[in-house]
């Protein structure tokens, strides 16, 4: 047995039809199948023992299939794909590969009085490798030619092969290659992202062969031209699937890798480095100190760090409310650095002094005060906490004051959070800000009095907001003010008879309603069951196979309570009506069809 032949037999034993549902789940499988059936499966082929084609899907995707230690393994460049789970596009690839191995050893159906013939198999790609080695290197070249005449990509990667192998390699061709491929003029929207994409891919490889081949110095100074063009053009690139995005990650790994071989002067590489990194919106160049610390040595390490320095020191100090246009840019870039060396030294003031030059929003307070809590700093922290609060004392910042709740609690002065976190509360009352409350205030055993309080506060509010929406005369701001808040707290606490009762009283949100209702069901089916019903028709109301879906498995629940209370003909009514009022929403009719009602 032929060693071709072998591989095929392994292939056949592991890619097959349940192999793929497993792997896939039903859902992929079942999108797979769809594509497959579609004809969206080309250029199948298998080469040493790998499966390969082309999916056409929102675009072209690649596919690669084969068998790994008697297992099942694919991979394909979907987003999907890429994170390593099995996709549509793998398993329609793994369909087509059986039906063509199917096809070539299937017998033609043979009619009364014909006479059989052989069956004709597939070309593979080994049938064309065996012709192509019977060709004379004329003939060869005229193939290729021919194919170059056609194809601007593929006379491109001879134009680069070329430049690459001569004797001198010619950077001055490959500048020209690399710059047609990379530097378009005009918008590239997502549909031509990923043929873009590949032709940068393309000139990544060529330049890791150049790299392999010994051309260190050639293959760092054409990586760094092929990302500045890049840089420059990502502006007008809709790279939404991330393509690029990967592309460009082998370009930054093939400088790293280029440095390294080519062994720049630190020095040189530090100034080079440290200007990308402060100039790109990027983030290309991030972390540049800490990736190329190896290359860049004792002497590139401190001519980077000094740059750094420098530059961050004539860096204006921001005060509270002064905005900086830079602020996410070069700003940023520098401050991270320079705190980072604090970190690496050690040096605690030198972080804290690093922080404090930016006090433009109370954030920054935060992030100094939560640094100090981690040099367990207590003291110091409650201090730029207090700070904080005090200089944005017209917007108070919640986490600052939560923060210092926290703070005054390890201070044993339970009562000042209280008071905080009751600041918070009436600033925004919501379930999370109340049971911070409570929680503090339980710290200080005043918990029952601070929770009539806080109840008191919601119900007051809900009277004013009220009084509000009726001088408004407005029907949709009125429909605004509803009780969902005691309800949800009082879920929250475990009293089911007093949610309820709120959200009798005072209605509340549909996604109450239903906890509710799933609370209920168990002692009380019959306030659950109308609860059901009107959210059932608001599912269906959504018009989509998703809604419906949702609504009938819903409607199934109300079956399953009817009749637990023996209400099997009110069921049925129920049903009746259902599919009278939404005759005409086939998808949903056909949902309900399915069931065995």
Same mark, same amino acid.
């Given at each position: 047995?032929?060693?071709?032949?072998?591989?095929?037999?392994?292939?056949?034993?592991?890619?097959?039809?349940?192999?793929?549902?497993?792997?896939?789940?039903?859902?992929?499988?079942?999108?797979?199948?769809?594509?497959?059936?579609?004809?969206?499966?080309?250029?199948?082929?298998?080469?040493?023992?790998?499966?390969?084609?082309?999916?056409?899907?929102?675009?072209?995707?690649?596919?690669?299939?084969?068998?790994?230690?008697?297992?099942?393994?694919?991979?394909?460049?979907?987003?999907?794909?890429?994170?390593?789970?099995?996709?549509?596009?793998?398993?329609?690839?793994?369909?087509?590969?059986?039906?063509?191995?199917?096809?070539?050893?299937?017998?033609?159906?043979?009619?009364?009085?014909?006479?059989?013939?052989?069956?004709?198999?597939?070309?593979?790609?080994?049938?064309?490798?065996?012709?192509?080695?019977?060709?004379?290197?004329?003939?060869?070249?005229?193939?290729?030619?021919?194919?170059?005449?056609?194809?601007?990509?593929?006379?491109?990667?001879?134009?680069?092969?070329?430049?690459?192998?001569?004797?001198?390699?010619?950077?001055?061709?490959?500048?020209?290659?690399?710059?047609?491929?990379?530097?378009?003029?005009?918008?590239?929207?997502?549909?031509?992202?990923?043929?873009?994409?590949?032709?940068?891919?393309?000139?990544?490889?060529?330049?890791?062969?150049?790299?392999?081949?010994?051309?260190?110095?050639?293959?760092?100074?054409?990586?760094?031209?092929?990302?500045?063009?890049?840089?420059?053009?990502?502006?007008?690139?809709?790279?939404?699937?991330?393509?690029?995005?990967?592309?460009?990650?082998?370009?930054?790994?093939?400088?790293?890798?280029?440095?390294?071989?080519?062994?720049?002067?630190?020095?040189?590489?530090?100034?080079?480095?440290?200007?990308?990194?402060?100039?790109?919106?990027?983030?290309?160049?991030?972390?540049?100190?800490?990736?190329?610390?190896?290359?860049?040595?004792?002497?590139?390490?401190?001519?980077?760090?000094?740059?750094?320095?420098?530059?961050?020191?004539?860096?204006?100090?921001?005060?509270?409310?002064?905005?900086?246009?830079?602020?996410?840019?070069?700003?940023?870039?520098?401050?991270?650095?320079?705190?980072?060396?604090?970190?690496?030294?050690?040096?605690?003031?030198?972080?804290?002094?690093?922080?404090? &030059? /930016?006090?433009? *929003? $109370?954030?920054?307070?935060?992030?100094? @005060? !939560?640094?100090?809590?981690? %040099? =367990?700093?207590?003291?110091?922290?409650?201090?730029?906490?207090?700070?904080?609060?005090?200089?944005? &004392? /017209?917007?108070? *910042? $919640?986490?600052?004051?939560?923060?210092? @709740? !926290?703070?005054?609690?390890? %201070? =044993?002065?339970?009562?000042?959070?209280?008071?905080?976190?009751?600041?918070?509360?009436?600033?925004? &009352?919501?379930?999370?800000?109340?049971?911070?409350?409570?929680?503090? @205030? !339980?710290?200080?055993?005043?918990?029952?009095?601070?929770?009539?309080?806080?109840?008191?506060?919601?119900?007051?509010?809900?009277?004013?907001?009220?009084?509000?929406?009726?001088?408004?005369?407005?029907?949709?701001?009125?429909?605004?003010?509803?009780?969902?808040?005691?309800?949800?707290?009082?879920?929250?606490?475990?009293?089911?008879?007093?949610?309820?009762?709120?959200?009798?009283?005072?209605?509340?949100?549909?996604?109450?309603?239903?906890?509710?209702?799933?609370?209920?069901?168990?002692?009380?089916?019959?306030?659950?069951?109308?609860?059901?019903?009107?959210?059932?028709?608001?599912?269906?109301?959504?018009?989509?196979?998703?809604?419906?879906?949702?609504?009938?498995?819903?409607?199934?629940?109300?079956?399953?309570?009817?009749?637990?209370?023996?209400?099997?003909?009110?069921?049925?009514?129920?049903?009746?009506?259902?599919?009278?009022?939404?005759?005409?929403?086939?998808?949903?009719?056909?949902?309900?069809?399915?069931?065995?009602?």
């Amino acid at each position: 047995m032929t060693r071709e032949k072998q591989t095929s037999d392994r292939l056949r034993r592991v890619v097959t039809r349940k192999a793929l549902q497993v792997l896939a789940g039903g859902r992929y499988f079942d999108r797979g199948e769809v594509y497959f059936l579609e004809g969206r499966v080309r250029s199948l082929q298998e080469r040493k023992g790998v499966v390969q084609a082309t999916v056409n899907g929102t675009r072209p995707y690649k596919v690669r299939i084969w068998a790994e230690k008697g297992e099942l393994v694919g991979t394909c460049d979907c987003p999907l794909g890429r994170g390593g789970s099995f996709c549509k596009h793998i398993v329609a690839t793994g369909l087509a590969w059986i039906d063509s191995q199917a096809r070539q050893t299937r017998l033609p159906d043979l009619e009364k009085g014909t006479k059989a013939h052989s069956p004709q198999p597939d070309i593979t790609s080994s049938d064309i490798e065996e012709w192509l080695q019977q060709k004379s290197s004329k003939d060869l070249v005229a193939i290729i030619m021919d194919h170059a005449d056609e194809n601007a990509e593929f006379y491109d990667s001879l134009k680069m092969r070329v430049a690459t192998g001569a004797e001198t390699v010619n950077t001055v061709a490959l500048r020209a290659v690399i710059r047609d491929t990379i530097d378009i003029d005009g918008f590239i929207p997502y549909s031509e992202t990923y043929t873009y994409s590949r032709g940068v891919d393309r000139i990544a490889r060529q330049l890791r062969e150049l790299l392999n081949s010994g051309e260190q110095t050639p293959a760092l100074t054409l990586t760094e031209y092929a990302i500045e063009l890049v840089e420059k053009q990502l502006e007008q690139i809709d790279d939404s699937d991330g393509s690029l995005g990967m592309v460009i990650e082998d370009l930054m790994a093939l400088h790293l890798d280029a440095c390294r071989a080519a062994k720049p002067d630190p020095k040189s590489l530090a100034e080079k480095l440290f200007d990308n990194e402060i100039n790109d919106p990027w983030g290309f160049w991030n972390d540049s100190y800490e990736r190329y610390a190896a290359i860049l040595k004792k002497e590139g390490k401190k001519a980077f760090r000094q740059l750094a320095e420098e530059a961050w020191e004539q860096l204006p100090h921001l005060k509270p409310g002064e905005k900086d246009p830079d602020s996410y840019g070069r700003r940023w870039t520098l401050t991270k650095m320079v705190k980072g060396f604090a970190e690496k030294d050690g040096d605690f003031e030198r972080v804290v002094e690093v922080m404090s &030059s /930016d006090l433009s *929003d $109370s954030h920054d307070f935060l992030a100094i @005060a !939560e640094r100090c809590r981690e %040099a =367990k700093k207590y003291a110091l922290a409650r201090e730029w906490a207090e700070k904080g609060l005090e200089a944005f &004392s /017209d917007q108070p *910042d $919640s986490r600052l004051r939560k923060f210092l @709740a !926290e703070e005054y609690v390890r %201070a =044993k002065r339970q009562d000042k959070a209280v008071t905080l976190l009751w600041e918070n509360f009436v600033d925004r &009352s919501i379930l999370t800000t109340y049971q911070d409350l409570l929680k503090y @205030a !339980e710290k200080a055993n005043q918990k029952s009095p601070w929770r009539e309080k806080a109840l008191k506060w919601i119900r007051d509010d809900l009277a004013r907001r009220r009084k509000e929406a009726k001088r408004s005369q407005s029907r949709w701001s009125w429909g605004l003010v509803d009780h969902s808040l005691l309800v949800e707290i009082f879920l929250w606490e475990e009293k089911l008879a007093d949610a309820w009762k709120e959200a009798q009283t005072g209605g509340c949100s549909d996604s109450l309603w239903l906890r509710l209702a799933k609370e209920r069901e168990a002692e009380y089916p019959a306030d659950a069951v109308p609860i059901y019903q009107r959210l059932v028709e608001q599912e269906i109301q959504k018009k989509n196979n998703q809604s419906y879906q949702e609504a009938v498995d819903m409607i199934g629940h109300i079956r399953k309570l009817l009749f637990k209370m023996g209400k099997e003909n009110e069921f049925r009514q129920y049903l009746a009506e259902i599919k009278k009022q939404h005759k005409r929403k086939r998808n949903f009719i056909g949902y309900l069809a399915r069931k065995e009602w």
